[in-house]
């Protein structure tokens, strides 16, 4: 069985082990912002409308980004250690294991790389005021 298929068993099973986990996206806030009983600061009950995929899809994405990313990737980097430290009187487990950590840690600064370049430019794009020309804060937020 090849490396790579042995880490793809690994990574679907803690994905699956991971499914029964509360998800949480936001403090209390689960990632689905309304129906489902959900109560507002006012006591209603919050129903589902389209500017909610919206909220959905960035609680989403943050879940993905900041949540899972960052351990699947030490997981991804231990396994690399891992097959480093099993073969060590075999060159080749240990170039496996090199490359894992690598491809790791590639995908780390481009995952990361992106969401800060794309922070960056939507900040300057939105700006509101000619004072500020760097405003991280309001481009996400949709007035519905």
Not at 17 to 46: E, Y
Request: charged share 10%; hydrophobic share 50%.
């Amino acid at each position: 069985m090849k490396v790579w298929s042995k880490i793809l068993i690994v990574f679907l099973f803690l994905a699956f082990l991971f499914s029964f986990q509360s998800v949480n996206a936001d403090n209390d806030k689960g990632l689905v912002p309304c129906g489902r009983g959900i109560i507002d600061s006012n006591g209603n009950t919050v129903e589902c409308n389209f500017c909610h995929i919206f909220e959905l899809a960035d609680n989403i994405y943050k879940f993905v980004v900041f949540k899972l990313v960052p351990i699947v990737s030490v997981l991804m980097i231990a396994i690399g250690g891992f097959i480093i430290l099993t073969g060590a009187s075999n060159p080749e487990g240990y170039k496996k294991g090199m490359a894992i950590i690598k491809i790791t840690v590639i995908a780390l600064v481009i995952i990361y790389g992106s969401w800060l370049a794309v922070q960056f430019v939507l900040g300057i794009l939105t700006s509101t005021s000619n004072v500020d020309w760097y405003n991280p804060n309001t481009w996400n937020q949709f007035n519905c």
